[in-house]
């Protein structure tokens, strides 16, 4: 998929890498997307086991691809394992990802739905729910961030910027297929415009 950087992994480092993912699985309403700009801190920034591209390019390949979009998570352990040692490591770090991320979440979402489900006429469970739509919408909004200044930063990124606002406006109003929109996208970045 990309170049690969080389980098030393040990038993506690792939532990690590399974415990932030179980984490962020709590994170993670609205989806796994919603904690890629905790993922992008913690495998680029902190821990620099994947390069910027590795993750932009992980996230852009899984949302093109048929099937769920969860499917970056999975990207991302596999290049942080190519990245350590190879294709064992990389199934590894795949095996980390995306069991970090889906075991604690489903396992609270099976039990908080039934739970939810059995008093759903308490002012709690209805308040709850209209709550967590604004967090939902930052965390989606913080994701756009991410992906939108990964490049150079917002100064340089004009383009890209300009090219998400039209994105979400022509999504919120027409019913054009996200795909011809990711399309577009493809077309302007292989002929190098954003």
């Not at 480092?13 to 415990?19: A, I, Q």
């Not at 913690?42 to 994947?50: A, D, M």
């Not at 190519?82 to 770090?93: E, I, P, Q, V």
């Amino acid at each position: 998929m990309n170049s690969l950087h080389h980098i030393t992994m040990q038993a506690l480092d792939w532990l690590n890498l399974w415990w932030h993912f179980s984490a962020l699985s709590l994170l993670a309403v609205g989806g796994a997307i919603t904690a890629a700009p905790d993922m992008h801190r913690f495998l680029v920034e902190q821990q620099h086991w994947l390069t910027d591209q590795q993750f932009n390019t992980s996230i852009a390949i899984a949302q093109a691809a048929p099937g769920p979009n969860i499917l970056f998570v999975a990207l991302m352990g596999w290049n942080v394992g190519l990245n350590a040692s190879g294709y064992a490591a990389a199934l590894l770090g795949m095996a980390c990802t995306m069991l970090g991320l889906l075991v604690p979440s489903t396992t609270l979402m099976w039990l908080s739905s039934r739970w939810g489900h059995r008093n759903r006429e308490l002012r709690a469970v209805r308040a709850f729910k209209q709550g967590m739509a604004p967090i939902v919408i930052a965390l989606m909004l913080s994701t756009g961030w991410l992906l939108s200044s990964a490049q150079h930063g917002p100064n340089r990124d004009w383009p890209l910027w300009l090219m998400t606002a039209l994105s979400a406006l022509i999504v919120w109003r027409t019913k054009i297929h996200i795909l011809w929109l990711l399309g577009i996208g493809a077309v302007l970045g292989a002929l190098g415009w954003v």
